[in-house]
């Protein structure tokens, strides 16, 4: 699972993620069903990691809901984080979910259980043609909280078959440990992909510098802009998953406001356009000297120039 909070296309995208949640409900519901009559531990460990699709995908419903909300008075840049702290509750949920799949695999391995591998493949089967239904569905919209889950859709189908690969193997050797070895392998990916989530999460809650971006580079594209001088005071953060701020203070010469206007244009610009950070509140500060470029010696404060 990967933490899929971005901002939706409104209708379309809200429609194919509540269909898709319908779908992986009524699976969930299946493999737990089948797991407790195959008594195969791996189709439980897979309506766990299912379980983790279906609150991803319930986080990316209310995170295009919550997006879609205007500010207000008292929520002056929207509801963005109340879906990046469901995340990090999500994701804490199911670090205890993959330690209680551990647990019962070892317990398993030491007293094997005859597994229904029949009911096991078909059952993992039916999971691949959901997998295959929801990224169909996927394939219709463009919008990046949509490719994302396509992406992990594919994921998803690749553990299914894994299932279903172990369930042929217990089928012809008889050997039940494998069911087990089965479930190691889906909570460590359960792990792996909520440790992840916890991560970026923590991050965006600690206002660290988003995931994938640079403050060199970020400081040396806005220095590439004709008529900034020096910049300092540069702070980047998240305010949701795919909703970035920023805010610095830039150099310029002394110069009228109906040109500095430009400059700061060119900035929101390439900051927009380059690593998508769509607040900004930029400060300028003018020097006055016979060379504008390299001024250190301030002489002034500017206007505030906040963006939203």
């Known amino acids: 699972m990967h933490m899929h909070v971005h901002s939706g296309s409104g209708a379309g995208a809200s429609k194919v993620l509540r269909i898709s949640l319908f779908v992986t409900l009524a699976y969930i519901v299946l493999l737990v069903v089948a797991g407790l009559r195959a008594h195969s531990l791996a189709l439980l460990s897979e309506a766990g990691h299912n379980l983790s699709d279906f609150l991803a995908l319930l986080l990316s419903l209310v995170a295009v809901y919550l997006q879609s909300r205007p500010p207000s008075a008292t929520k002056t840049y929207g ?36 597994v ?25 919209g463009g919008d990046v909280n949509i490719r994302s889950a396509l992406l992990h859709e594919v994921g998803d189908t690749l553990s299914t078959a894994a299932v279903i690969a172990g369930g042929w193997a217990i089928l012809v050797t008889h050997q039940y440990w494998i069911d087990s070895a089965l479930s190691f392998g889906i909570g460590a990916l359960i792990l792996w992909s909520s440790i992840g989530i916890l991560r970026e999460t923590m991050n965006i809650l600690l206002e660290g510098t988003p995931r994938g971006m640079k403050l060199d580079r970020l400081e040396a594209a806005i220095r590439k802009v004709e008529g900034v001088n020096d910049v300092h005071d540069l702070h980047v953060w998240s305010i949701g998953s795919e909703s970035h701020a920023l805010s610095c203070h830039i150099a310029i010469a002394d110069i009228p406001p109906s040109v500095s206007e430009r400059i700061l244009r060119d900035v929101k610009d390439v900051l927009l356009h380059d690593f998508r950070v769509v607040h900004t509140t930029i400060q300028f500060e003018h020097v006055e000297c016979e060379v504008a470029h390299g001024c250190v010696i301030p002489m002034g404060e500017a206007e505030h120039h906040p963006h939203h």
Do not use: D, K, T
């Open 116 to 140: 229904h591998a029949g009911l096991m493949m078909w059952v993992a089967a039916a999971g691949v043609v959901m997998n295959g239904a929801i990224a169909l569905l996927f394939r219709s």
């Open 79 to 114: 509801y963005h984080r109340a879906g990046v702290l469901a995340a990090l509750i999500n994701a804490a949920s199911l670090v205890a979910i993959s330690f209680f799949i551990f647990y019962e695999a070892f317990r398993r391995v030491q007293n094997p259980e005859p």
